[in-house]
């Protein structure tokens, strides 16, 4: 019987032996786990041994890295603040006096299409371009395959 680390693609077990060996090259504890339990647990001692990093902002005061539902009526902006976000982060420019880590941004926009995303660009920045913002409008699914 595999466990759940086996039944996971090649590419994300590469990926979460890297932050495994990125945790243990920084000096944290890493709690042992039976795969074969569906309760992981750990005890207070075993979570106070964990070094964990200080989370660096994107956005002082505003913004970390990570995955964010951003969710709302629809017109209302949505999209162009996401866009606004993006571009701000991915050419390391303030955004509203608030300083900005620049970083490579990931930009899913699974209802448009390429012309509308270079029409929005445009209209919003004008045409001076990074190649820190990567955009698709097609991904597979969480569940057909995107890490």
Known sequence: MKNEFESLPPEEQRAVMQ???EMKAMGAAQ???DSNIDLHTITMTELFDI???PKTPLIDGLLYSGTYFFAGSPKIG???FMMQLAYHVAMGIPLWNYPVR????LYLALEDDYARLQNRLVQMFGVEST???VMTT???TLIGGLI
Do not use: C, E, H, I
């Not at 620049?102 to 941004?105: D, L």
């Open 78 to 80: 949505k999209s162009f």
């Open 131 to 133: 190649p820190n913002l």
């Open 138 to 140: 097609q991904s597979r």
């Open 31 to 33: 709690p042992q786990y």
């Open 102 to 105: 620049q970083g490579t941004v």
């Open 19 to 21: 932050t495994v060996n």
């Open 51 to 53: 070094a964990f990093p």
